[in-house]
């Protein structure tokens, strides 16, 4: 299984959007996991429910939910994210692809999670076996490198040359191991 992240500046870039779901080239399981968008959790809900919408147009079927439905994620006392990885695992079946929005608690009352500390505890819970992520500026010379950050030494490499993608390249570390990808050649 692959886990794409995407962040709240991908997902506002309405060019990113469409090359990442025209370009999305995986013959395996997909879990993608993204930030909160606009700081609401129904705005969130909205951005969550559109990229499904863009990947069923382009014939990846997919399905979405918000991460606390069904308790899909929940969090202990102490902050650790569990996942019902069985009914996880049971979703992505018959389908391509999962989409998580950050968005827990009830409907009367909800919070926007943390999207890379559930992005790490999926990564380990289910097994994933790549992570990708995305920088903000979909041209950018790390993008098209397709660069793994593995180690602290291989963002500290990274960070004086590409300091405009100091963001990706913190992201990528704090999810690492992971590959800094571009919309368009992602899924190579």
């Known amino acids: 299984m692959k886990l794409l992240f995407l962040s709240e500046s991908n997902l506002r870039d309405r ?4 090359d990442l779901v025209h370009n999305c080239k995986f013959q395996d399981k997909i879990l993608v996991i993204h ?3 606009g700081g609401r959790a129904d705005e969130t809900r ?16 997919n399905v979405a939910f918000m991460a606390g439905q069904r308790n899909l994620f929940s969090q202990d006392t102490e902050g650790r994210w569990h996942l019902k990885t069985d009914m996880i695992r049971e979703l992505v079946q018959p389908v391509r692809m999962v989409i ?12 926007l999670a943390d999207a890379v500390s559930m992005a790490l505890a999926a990564r380990t819970q289910l ?7 995305f920088t903000a500026n979909p041209l950018s010379l ?3 490198r397709r660069e793994l950050i593995d180690t602290e030494d291989d963002a500290a490499r990274l ?14 570390r704090r999810l690492r191991p992971a590959r800094i990808v571009s919309p368009v050649n992602y899924a190579m």
Do not use: C, N, Q, W
């Open 15 to 18: 060019m990113f959007v469409r």
């Open 35 to 37: 930030e909160a968008y």
């Open 46 to 61: 909205m951005a969550t429910k559109k990229l499904s919408a863009l990947f069923s147009e382009t014939l990846v079927h």
């Open 100 to 111: 998580f929005g950050p968005v827990t608690g009830p409907d009367s009352s909800p919070v």
């Open 127 to 133: 097994g994933i076996e790549d992570t990708f992520v």
């Open 142 to 144: 790390l993008a098209s």
């Open 159 to 172: 960070l004086p040359v590409y300091e405009e993608e100091a963001a990706a390249i913190g992201l990528a």
